[in-house]
């Protein structure tokens, strides 16, 4: 397949990306591309990058459960794969995640909807939570990233970190809460509806509003 191939969607700034397999990504050759092509090229094969890693994710969660040991497996995965024993075990431990704390953001890596870095952020973010909590956070208040302020050619580029979001025993949250990433909430505090909580509150406390504030203790 050559440049020609590339489909584009007509009278409209939206970029289509082509069902294309890996060898029709192969055979393209890039000096030939124009801009529009180039974008929509980098981005398709970003989303096979995100489809492969969760199938390769889903392949390891796999071979953990057929061991049913993960010292073993870690040791397996790190010499067939020739490599370090250190991301071996990251990656079982986050394919573990995925399929038991996680599934939503499995799923969206597995459409080709979520980059492969992003997820290990996200990873991280959920870290501290308990598994329910992990899943209210994935579901409601999904652990955003934290980009630069100051730094305006970092943020030019994209860059993000991620923060823990902690949240404690018997913590309710009302509908449309958000939870910005980095944010610790004591337990068995309630969170009003429609709040945004960029710092950390306190145990037994109802707070409300944008930004959250204590409204009173409980």
């Not at 580029?157 to 949240?167: G, K």
């Amino acid at each position: 397949m050559n440049a020609s191939a590339i489909k584009h969607v007509s009278e409209t700034d939206e970029l289509l990306i082509p069902d294309w397999d890996i060898n029709d990504l192969l055979d393209i050759p890039a000096c030939s591309l124009n801009e529009r092509e180039a974008l929509e090229m980098v981005r398709s094969i970003g989303q096979v990058q995100s489809m492969l890693e969760a199938a390769r994710l889903q392949a390891v969660q796999r071979l953990a459960r057929l061991r049913s040991d993960d010292g073993w497996s870690v040791d397996l995965l790190a010499t067939a794969c020739k490599i370090s024993l250190g991301r071996a075990g990251e990656d079982v431990v986050l394919a573990h995640t995925l399929s038991t704390r996680l599934p939503r953001t499995m799923t969206a890596l597995a459409a080709g909807e979520l980059d492969v870095t992003r997820v290990r952020q996200i990873d991280r973010a959920t870290t501290p939570l308990s598994d329910e909590h992990a899943l209210a956070v994935e579901e409601r208040v999904f652990p955003a990233a934290l980009h630069p302020m100051t730094d305006h050619e970092a943020r030019r580029q994209r860059w993000e970190t991620a923060a823990p979001i902690t949240i404690g025993d018997n913590v309710w949250l009302g509908g449309g809460v958000i939870v910005c990433a980095g944010v610790t909430i004591g337990a068995n505090t309630v969170v009003g509806a429609g709040s945004v909580v960029t710092r950390d509150l306190p145990e037994r406390v109802f707070a409300a509003g944008n930004p959250c504030r204590v409204i009173r203790p409980l």
